[in-house]
């Protein structure tokens, strides 16, 4: 009963706090804006409603990073040196009822072009159907670790570090196809340019509507990304990730959280490690292929952000300098924020249609396509995607799911979250 009445009451809450944002952005979207322009001889003054400079400064922004993201993933991938040989790479798998999919990453690895690896897949001590399929995978190069911190992906990447005489590691989930060349490139980074951490960028692929909703998604948060990188900081994760182990060990490896990637970026970032973020080396990730899965997964990843920033400011997780400990919550709560925050400006914009303004209005739905579409083509061009158009036409989509998807996520950390995570449902197809 009472657990029926806590749902109850986050629905509630929800729905309520989604129509209070709304409610206050059709109000500000209403007011008035008055420049008054004084001559000699002449006094204008020129009124307009706030909604309209909300269309013009949200277009402006998403031109911006969207073209500063374009220009990243088109950039040819010939600008960090690579390395055929060198120091044994480990890279690490960690699978949980990942059988159907796991082929995928074990069978691109092994076309890598760095000869000195190693693939170990980290396999949680329940799961039997993984494990036989990790099994059938094994040979001189794929070998299959049993995770001694079962219930944790944080717990699994340690196991295999603790374990290797290796100084070098790769983590990628079990569904990702990694570019034959990614490892030697992450390999020249870190041994050539001095880098202490490597990242790829990872792509959904658009192979059907919510397939395609997914892989906008992703090209809406990259773009984001962009201005913050202004300050120095670069996300890492834990896919399509490079590492080495002074790396891993100085900020204490990755963290039993839900999001145990998201922290292991702002702890690198506290730390002063050296990053080297390259979007335009890619690797496949299988998309959700339902709306639930989409939702589920997506809803897991704030709730992951709400938690990393709880985290911190509890000080569970490890500091470096003190300016870049409040850069990193601020990174964090303008995140949290700006994704709240965008239910009130596209509730502001719709005022735009109701004063018959809907060429301002469709501005930042069309800037949202042409940047969409843009990195699509980039992808295409470089193979990893078949056709444009479709993502140009659902990425408008995304934008109205990320303040309602947010909130939802804060209510449920603070009133119901267990600590379970939405698992999402592959074929491997």
């Known amino acids: 009963m009472k657990t029926r ?89 960690p699978v949980y009822r990942d059988a159907n999919v796991l082929h995928r990453s074990v069978e691109s690895l092994r076309e890598s072009t760095y000869e000195n690896l190693e693939i170990v897949i980290a396999c949680e001590p329940d799961d039997e159907a993984t494990i036989t399929a990790a099994e059938s995978m094994t040979d001189e190069v794929v070998s299959v670790a049993i995770n001694e911190y079962p219930g944790s992906k944080a717990g699994a990447i340690q196991t295999v570090v603790e374990r290797a005489e290796t100084d070098s590691f790769a983590v990628f989930d079990a569904d990702e196809i990694v570019d034959e060349d990614f490892l030697a490139t992450g390999m020249g980074a870190l041994h050539d340019e001095g880098y202490d951490v490597f990242q790829g960028r990872r792509i959904p692929e658009p192979t059907g509507l ?74 496949l990730m299988e998309a959700p292929h339902t709306l639930a899965d989409f939702w589920g997964q997506r809803k897991r990843w704030r709730i992951g952000q709400v938690e990393v920033l709880h985290a911190t400011l509890t000080g569970q997780l490890t500091d470096g300098s003190r300016r870049r400990r409040y850069v990193s919550i601020w990174r964090m709560l303008t995140s949290i924020g700006g994704s709240i925050f965008l239910v009130v400006l596209l509730s502001k914009l719709s005022v735009l249609v109701l004063f018959d303004a809907t060429l301002f209005y469709l501005l930042p739905i069309a800037a949202t396509a042409v940047v969409a579409a843009g990195v699509g083509w980039a992808d295409s061009q470089a193979g990893d995607i078949d056709s444009v158009v479709p993502i140009a036409l659902v990425a408008p989509l995304v934008y109205p799911v990320f303040g309602m998807l947010m909130l939802k996520s804060i209510l449920e950390y603070g009133l119901s979250w267990d600590g379970s995570w939405y698992h999402v449902e592959k074929t491997g197809a």
């Not at 009451?9 to 944002?21: I, K, N, Q, S």
């Not at 990073?65 to 055929?84: D, F, H, M, N």
């Open 210 to 283: 919510v397939e395609t909703l997914a892989y906008c998604e992703r090209v809406t948060y990259h773009a984001s990304y962009k201005l913050v990188e202004l300050t120095g900081f670069r996300n890492c994760r834990s896919s399509s990730t490079v590492f080495t182990r002074d790396a891993y060990e100085t900020v204490g490896g990755y963290d039993d959280l839900l999001t145990e990637d998201l922290a292991f970026a702002h702890k690198c970032y506290r730390h002063g490690l050296a990053v080297r973020q390259a979007r335009n080396y890619t690797s």
């Open 5 to 93: 009445l806590r749902n109850l009451f986050e629905t509630v809450g929800w729905a309520g706090a989604c129509l209070l944002l709304v409610l206050i952005g059709l109000y500000q979207g209403i007011q008035q804006q008055v420049l008054t322009v004084e001559l000699l001889w002449l006094s204008l003054e020129i009124v307009w409603l706030d909604a309209l400079s909300a269309s013009l400064i949200f277009t402006a922004f998403l031109l911006l990073t969207g073209a500063l993201l374009i220009y990243e993933v088109s950039k040819p991938a010939t600008t960090v040196p690579t390395r055929r040989d060198g120091p044994k790479l480990t890279a690490i798998i």
